[in-house]
């Protein structure tokens, strides 16, 4: 009795601490699963349970008006500029082409099969440049005074031809030669000369290449109707006499690589050009700033949530004694939010560089119209995510997600058959037929016929030069277009069809659960308000500080 009375005390204050230490862990646990309950409710629910207002929600349903508002405008201007480019490059085409009918063969060339006709092609580029401000009728001129006319041609070295015998002494190695003609230098006796010097005595046995090229510029007008200041343009032009077959075929290919540049000195009268141009910049920057907004409030979120996802790790394993399945720890992970910050900072660099195009102190169309229309993509992707409130259009999202593994994993090795379909029909039928001349076509024409396009005209264009060449022809295009359709292609669909079934049979009878998942089961609503509001969205009211950091409570 004494050693009992002795320990008394003891005993007393060890089972006094266990006790504490037992509600310490309820109340850490009710409190993460509360936490947990409201991380994973959508903003409707959040609404009703905390009158939290959904700030993210009306924040992204205005950005999607107003990033695709802003892509409209820019694409509007962007079109302008792809239809000078066009236009402009049709125009040379008509000037510096001798008997251009615009109409041009299947590698946008145009072809000529005389002497005479490369002579009379090579001097009419020369005298259309000279004539161009009386005969051309777009505002363009010459680059400056230092710049003209380049004429330069390839060819081996000296050696000698003899078909008719058979025999050939050529050296393979190539030398260029050029001619230079400023614009001012056209109408004198120095032009003349250059004209009927050695030059010009072309040896078309040797002849590789003429290259004619020549730079102007040219101011776009069209833009005043739109209500936008003109651009500058610099035409870099490129004709090619290319001879490299010697097939008695020399094909004539026009490049014109146009950049815009900024106008060095402009002036222009009216204020209505002025105030749009000002009102475009306003609204481009509240868009950067409605995307800085969302910018960090879904980086926010991101951050709370996983330290939500710290909290229930160290609770699990403090509770349970063993780790969180990564499953569960991707739970905490949103992927949507991952996507609408890309989106933001696409938009943001995109807007910038929009705002410097607008006010002529930069000229990259292409980078900034990649960079808002990849952020318009993604902000209408993102749309998605909302609509995966509701059960019956969530079925799309489930299903992607549960397929695209098994997809993938079928993919690879689907390619490694299409690549040596690839590689097999590039060099077999490749001097046959002109839908096989390189692997690049020969991809996308495989890829063609997978989706059952253009078969008939891919069978009858197989030249019939060689009877074996034209039979295997047959078989391989026979048996790609089985294994590819018939069996590959139907089971993808099977792969897809059967996640599809799989997501249908969890919705009727409910998806597996996992440690998270039952953790939160048997977790009621308590400490949320219950009653239903007549109109989520625009009833807002008030939003409650304490709860700003409730998920952060440890």
Known sequence: MEISLKHLPGGRAAGTGSMMAQSDLDLKETALKEDLKFYFMNPCEKYRARRQIPWKLALQISKILMVTTQLIFFGLSNQLVVS??????????????????????????????????????IFYVINQYK??????????????EGSGLKICKQQYKKGTMLPSNDTLNIDVSTETECIFFKPQELAGKKAELKLNSSFFNLEFYRLIQVEISFKLKGIALQTIHARELPDCYAFQNTITFNNRAHSGKIKIYFDSDTNIQECKDWHVFGSILQKNTQYILVFDGFVILSCFASLVLCTRSIVLALRLQKRFVNFFL????????????????????????????????????????????????????????TSTLFVWVGVIRYLGYFQTYNVLILTMQASLPKVLRFCCCAGMIYLGYTFCGWIVLGPYHEKFEDLNTVAECLFSLVNGDDMFATFAQIQQKSTLVWVFSRLYLYSFISLFIYMILSLFIALITD????????????????????????????GYRKEQASMPFICCCRRQQSDDNLILID
């Open 318 to 373: 403090e509770k349970y004694k063993r780790h969180v399945c990564h499953a569960d720890r991707l739970e905490f992970i949103n992927g949507w939010y991952v996507l609408v910050i890309i989106s933001d900072v696409m938009t943001i660099i995109g807007s910038i560089l929009k705002m410097e195009i607008k006010a002529k102190n930069l000229t990259s169309y292409d980078v900034c119209s990649i960079l808002l229309g």
């Open 131 to 144: 004539q161009l401000k009386n005969i051309s009728l777009g505002t363009l001129g010459y680059e400056h």
């Open 84 to 121: 000078f480019k066009e236009e402009n490059t049709i125009a040379f085409k008509h000037l510096f082409l001798k008997g251009y009918t615009g109409v041009d063969e299947d590698d946008y060339s145009c072809s000529i099969y005389t002497q005479q006709d490369a002579y009379d092609s």
């Open 499 to 526: 996640s599809y079934d799989t997501i249908k049979k969890y919705q009727r009878s409910g998806f597996p659960v996992t440690d998270l998942h039952e953790f939160l089961k048997d977790h009621g609503s308590v």
